[in-house]
């Protein structure tokens, strides 16, 4: 019964007014092919592919899971078949290179693909998601071989591919990695070993399925100095592509999951399967590494998604269901009772999910075009730049958007009342969906860390200072006459987010010095901060969303409750979520001691 | 794999020195068998019974879930035997009247019983959990015939009850309720309608099932003044209790939910079903309302319960799974890694739970002592203070401790990584059994109203003011070294608590201002407050158990440790959890236009 129309009008509103995408392509001559005209196009047919092909299998394919038999994996009834109107669409080669057959399209309009196709079914999506990890790998890290044999394959989509990290006994401390790679003498390795957790591992929708291994050489140095990574097909392949049979890679059982229950989660066994090394010899994890960033924004994605999803159908609901009479006085005293979305707790729950779902969606719009210029500026400078904002803002990302995205979907049920918890409806369904998102890439607590140990006190707070000043610079601007007639407007958004910058620019400061008495301190404050982070960091888009409906309303536009619905957005934004930064930023200042000081006996007695 | 301890030390900590529930006891006659040695017995054999029988098939009933054939419902394996093995044990008459065969043992012995189980196995706890309701309603409404037949059969558990309000279209709003009751002539009268949501509405546990039905006379006025009360059995049955026949009550289907997939959530069908009325006509309403606030504390009641279950298994994970090292150096080094307890947000996960658990726990047996002289007392005026401060704090209890007990067991899952989200562990699995607990009894919108439109605007801050001025007395006795000797150690939550207490009754008054001028300033600043209110009084109770730690350290006690945790959880709470009114506080006095101004037509553009 879940409902999906992609939000085309939004989408837009973002990617011409708000960030130029067109002005931004003109800038690359390989993204000439990217007109408005076939941006249209591509937005109207990944639109109708979400809603028509794969929102109507997105509860079935709930309910009736994956299938594990002897080692084979049966996707849920539906997926084959979109899996193939997907490639023959050319969706999988959309914004790959040319070399290798793909139509070298923006990155950015990937992400918009992966939006769609995400909200209407999240578990099909990771399919061909997972493959763009196992692409970027090859493309960055492959010889020329490996790319013409496995990029053109995964191009296509005849093959799809996977990411093999994690094992039992380890998923964030990757030092621990025991699968071996033992060389054949020919170039070879017999690579051997468990990992679990693999999404996509095994699956019925492509005739070969291209792992890419974390595994340790022999005489591999201990710890993550000492992995290495390696291309390990399911099939072993000729140079050309043709299938020659199996190689030793069996799935031993899918997990049984709270959600995303379309989407295969196998346990890989390695049994001398032959691979070929990918990258130098013990230098895995830093290849790993080079792509984690876009894999972790793919997945801060699914918060989004999740947001949008469970907005959309809250609010149908909201309008339809009647219960009780609004306190200031009936709204529709002809029927038996209002409908619930004349209760201001209802239209806080539905605005705390549309402010997160639009404000998450700028989020990572804005990120979108940092990939575009990482992977396409030929300006090392530039290239440097945007990598560094992004290495900096992904774990904001990657954490704060799943968890509001979670938050979002819990409120989506709230809505419904008890019919929210009830399958039928599908609310329940995009909780359990989304609540892996805070888990897998690296969970909310590793991301914070991510943030205030590594990327922020690493550097001595560099990354953060070129962050808050671009909102500090940005805010100057708009609240002068001079330079934005819609200062008196916009003041309302300034004000407040140039404070919390400086409060945020200011904390950082205190937290680094405390971190230096107490290194507890940075674990102690990390996701506190992090979440204070994510707010002030989305209150930066909701102003630019206002400042820029305020542009286009004073132009001659049509469509102006449009406009005017984003502003009052933004207001709804800054007076009801923003102030959640004061809590935050009490208790990521408060003594590591009220947490390390109880000793880990006395944490329980029973 | 879930595994769980009845926490009984907790539970003696509270119970008699907190409390001093020994005392209380000794103050009603009809209970002066609840000796220690007694109540130390059932804490014992309730803990056996809820470790060794309800704990094992928690897991297995999720997976199995009810099963509905053509109008009957299978139970998972091993519910029945269970159930039979709870009545015999005389559990179900624990603390039940003993003119009907009850034990007459305080109610507040009967919610520790009720948090063991509900802990153990929330949707087996459900069956017994329903027919209190049916009980209650009966005990205070029915005539001395009904109570013989009914009771004497739900007290021994030989019947098991229900309680059927919600209709398709309605659930909150039950002024819609439309099933009919038409007068046979006999003094019977013939139901017809159609009730959803009914949890144990249909099982194979016992013989009959006793519903308690909202229903219109034929010529009943509109709306909520229009409502009756029905005895409805499933079984037709003579006054001696011996079954006749069926009663045209069908089980249409049953529901396919998130959670609590071992309780039957039934549609029942009453087609001309012979019912009787229970309390007056059209005041069926009012006498569902008499014992709405038990049932709503036994709802809050599986907040902790989550919690509790969640932090048990967490803490053991923490202990074990190794990954990293502690950022302060390893802790140890013999190992590969250190045990992710050694992290800081690992532990502030953990202290969350613990903090919310043991919290919750406190808050519930204030509550049961209250409940204890509401049911007992001859003091008419201590039975209406006692009733009154019950009404106040309960959809505190309600809302508040199911939000923090749904955060508790996301948090648990987040302690598990990604293992957190596969089956076989049980941590999603709380989650989703929990997550109904915000949603039935009443959502968390309709507790924030009730408390903050019903119970203290309605009555000009009148509750509000007794129970602040409770904790403000409480603050100054104890921040006087003439009446506390550890006044010294306690300032530290003293101080804070005050501050915050007499925060909250000057917002009180000037939202109550703010509601004269915009009726909808209730609406919009509820549930915030509802939060507010829930923090501020759990850190009432988190200063009592840490002064009555400072007690028993000054003297001469074993275990000390015990009392040291107590104190050092007191002090997370206050500087960690507490500072999360802050928010609240801005956000619940933010204008309601934020919320309104946007007409519903222009929240979405698609």
Redesign the interface.
């Known amino acids: 019964m879940l409902t999906y129309?992609a939000?085309i009008?939004?989408i837009k509103f973002l990617f011409e007014d708000v960030f130029g995408y067109y002005k931004h392509y003109e800038k690359f001559p390989e993204f000439e092919e990217a007109t408005p005209d076939l941006v249209d196009a591509i937005f109207q047919e990944c639109a109708k592919f979400s809603e028509n092909e794969l929102l109507p299998m997105n509860q079935s394919a709930d309910k009736e899971g994956c299938k594990f038999d002897n080692g084979t994996v049966t996707t849920p009834k539906g997926f084959k078949e979109a899996y193939q109107q997907y490639v023959d669409g050319g969706w999988q080669s959309l914004s790959h290179g040319i070399e290798y057959g793909g139509q070298g399209l923006p990155p950015s309009l990937g992400m918009v693909k992966s939006e769609m196709m995400g909200t209407a079914n999240w578990s099909w999506a990771m399919y061909p998601g997972l493959s763009h990890g196992a692409m970027n790998t090859i493309d960055v890290h492959g010889t020329k071989d490996q790319k013409e044999l496995y990029l053109t394959k995964l191009t296509e989509g005849t093959w799809t591919g996977t990411m093999c990290l994690?094992e039992p006994?380890?998923?964030?401390?990757l030092?621990?990695v025991k699968t071996k790679a033992v060389p054949n003498g020919d170039g070879t390795y017999a690579i051997s070993g468990t990992k679990i957790?693999i999404s996509a591992g095994e699956h019925d929708l492509a005739e070969n399925i291209i792992h890419i291994v974390l595994a340790r050489l022999p005489d591999a140095p201990k710890g993550t100095r000492g992995i290495s990574l390696f291309i390990v097909p399911k099939m072993d392949v000729e140079q050309d592509g043709s299938i020659i049979g199996g190689n030793h890679v069996t799935c031993g059982s899918i997990?049984?999951?709270?959600?995303i229950k379309g989407s295969a989660t196998a346990v890989l066994n390695f049994d001398n399967a032959k691979g070929v090394l990918i990258g130098p010899e013990n230098k895995g994890l830093e290849c790993m590494f080079t792509f984690m960033n876009t894999a972790r924004v793919g997945t801060a994605l699914q918060g989004v998604c999740a947001a949008e999803l469970s907005y959309?159908n809250a609010?149908l609901y909201a309008?339809e269901r009647?219960?009780?009479r609004?306190?200031?006085?009936a709204k529709q005293p002809e029927k038996?009772?209002d409908p619930i979305?004349v209760?201001?707790?209802?239209?806080?729950m539905?605005?705390t999910q549309?402010a997160f779902a639009e404000g998450g969606r700028a989020m990572i719009y804005y990120v979108s075009k940092l990939v575009d210029t990482i992977e396409t500026s030929k300006d090392e400078k530039e290239r440097k730049r945007a990598d560094y904002r992004l290495g900096f803002i992904t774990p904001i990302l990657k954490a704060f958007l799943t968890e509001v995205g979670?938050e979002s979907a819990?409120l989506g049920?709230?809505v419904f009342?008890?019919h929210?918890?009830?399958?039928?409806w599908g609310m329940?369904q995009i909780?359990?969906d989304c609540?892996?998102s805070?888990?897998?890439e690296g969970?909310?607590?590793i991301q914070?860390?991510d943030l205030l140990?590594r990327k922020i006190l690493l550097s001595r707070g560099k990354s953060l200072k070129s962050f808050t000043m671009e909102i500090l610079s940005y805010c100057r601007e708009k609240s002068m006459i001079s330079s934005n007639p819609h200062k008196r407007q916009m003041n309302k958004f300034i004000w407040p987010l140039s404070k919390a910058v400086a409060n945020w620019q200011q904390y950082s400061v205190r937290l680094a010095i405390k971190a230096k008495k107490?290194?507890?301190m940075?674990?102690?404050a990390?996701?506190d901060y992090l979440m204070y982070s994510g707010y002030i960091t989305m209150a930066y888009f909701w102003a630019q969303m206002a400042q820029t409906a305020y542009e286009k309303l004073a132009g001659d536009v049509e469509?102006r409750?449009?406009y005017?619905?984003k502003i009052?957005?933004a207001?709804?934004y800054f007076?009801?979520?923003l102030?959640?930064?004061?809590?935050?930023a009490?208790?990521m200042m408060?003594?590591?001691k009220?947490?390390?000081?109880?000793d880990?006996?006395?944490?329980?007695?029973?």
């Open positions: 129309k939000p009008a939004d994690t006994q380890c998923g964030t401390d030092g621990q957790f997990e049984d999951k709270m959600g959309q609010l309008k009647l219960s009780m609004s306190l200031s006085g038996v009772a979305i209760h201001p707790d209802v239209r806080k539905l605005l549309k979670s819990n049920v709230q009342g008890g929210g918890y009830i399958k039928e329940e909780v359990r609540r892996i805070t888990l897998y969970t909310t607590g914070a860390l140990g107490d290194r507890d940075v674990g102690s990390s996701v469509n409750d449009f005017r619905a009052k957005t207001e709804f007076d009801r979520i102030p959640r930064i004061k809590s935050h009490a208790t408060a003594d590591p009220s947490l390390m000081q109880l880990e006996d006395l944490l329980s007695f029973l």
